[in-house]
């Protein structure tokens, strides 16, 4: 059997440059934004994207404006040649793997203000953190051109940033949303799940447990309240029966909209879950519908 051909590797803004002037007027280019440390997670989106356009960039770049001072950048797992494997799997084209310097060639003179959804949630524990994503995926769509970008749902709250952003600064792009990949028993998939002991990886299962009884309370006709009431029992007393020198420290756990992020009591909403267990900060959520 034949090996899949790895996609090309470019590392500078004027390699990335020369290959998609290269390609046919015809060709349609998707993008997938990734920090590495690929998973089925990561390669679902490549396999979206695949289904919107001919031609698939995927960029692999730990954007260190994201990270705030003590956060994990220098931790954050980088294994770009297992990452390669893995795209020629799914068939991505072309893997941007710029350096911090060859993004950041000096200090920014100009930032972009995520506003008033990113103070709430992820913003209020990470200030700076969507202001840097924001900076980079603006960055990154300019360099790349594409038709269509697909990001996660299961940071659901970088992807309403990333629509605004789009919208309000009339980029011809689509973002289009992937459906959350979990592992067999539930947790979501995560780059930083890697960072979990065996202990704390049983206990982060605390958090797929608790959006699915609020899901499960949602889809009963329950309102808001006892659909966190439901997520809130299921977190605090499944953490406290796990037998194990692992601690969860919750962040939040919220229902809000799936745009604004401000809470709901009516209508689509996001089920939002974060939790600190041991020293890895995850994150999860469900759509739900909220009678």
């Known amino acids: 059997m034949t090996q899949p051909q790895r996609p090309q590797l470019v590392t500078t803004r004027a390699a990335l440059k020369e290959t998609l002037q290269s390609l046919s007027p015809r060709s349609t280019v998707g993008l997938v934004m990734t920090m590495g440390a690929l998973h089925a997670g990561h390669l679902s989106l490549v396999e979206t994207a695949r289904e919107k356009a001919d031609y698939i960039v995927v960029s692999i770049f730990v954007n260190p404006t994201q990270f705030a001072p003590g956060e994990d950048f220098d931790a954050y797992p980088r294994q770009l040649e297992r990452d390669l494997e893995l795209l020629a799997e799914v068939g991505a084209d072309l893997v941007f793997a710029p350096t911090p310097a060859e993004i950041y060639p000096h200090p920014a003179r100009v930032t972009l203000d995520p506003g008033p959804t ?3 949630l992820e913003g209020a ?3 700076s953190h969507f202001g840097g994503v924001l900076q980079i995926v ?3 769509i300019n360099l790349v051109h594409p038709k269509v970008a697909v990001f996660g749902q299961k940071d659901a709250q ?3 940033l990333i629509r605004q952003m789009v919208e309000d600064l009339d980029m011809p792009v689509e973002i289009v ?4 990949v979990r592992e067999a028993d539930g947790l979501a998939m995560s ?3 890697a960072y979990l002991s065996e202990a704390e990886r049983k206990l982060a299962l605390c958090l797929s447990a608790a959006l699915q009884a609020g899901a499960q309370a949602a889809e009963a006709g329950e309102g808001a309240g006892a659909i966190l009431k439901a997520a809130e029992t299921v977190i605090f007393e499944a953490s406290a029966a796990v037998d194990s020198p692992a601690t969860l420290k919750l962040d939040y756990i919220a229902l809000v909209d799936g745009v604004t992020f401000q809470p709901v009591t009516q209508g689509p909403a996001v089920l939002a879950i974060a939790a600190k267990v041991g020293n890895t900060r995850l994150i999860d959520n469900y759509l739900v519908e909220v009678k």
């Open 191 to 193: 780059s930083r799940n």
């Open 138 to 140: 603006h960055k990154v």
């Open 158 to 160: 970088q992807l309403a």
């Open 177 to 180: 949303a992937a459906p959350i």
């Open 125 to 127: 524990t990470r200030p």
């Open 118 to 120: 990113a103070k709430v």
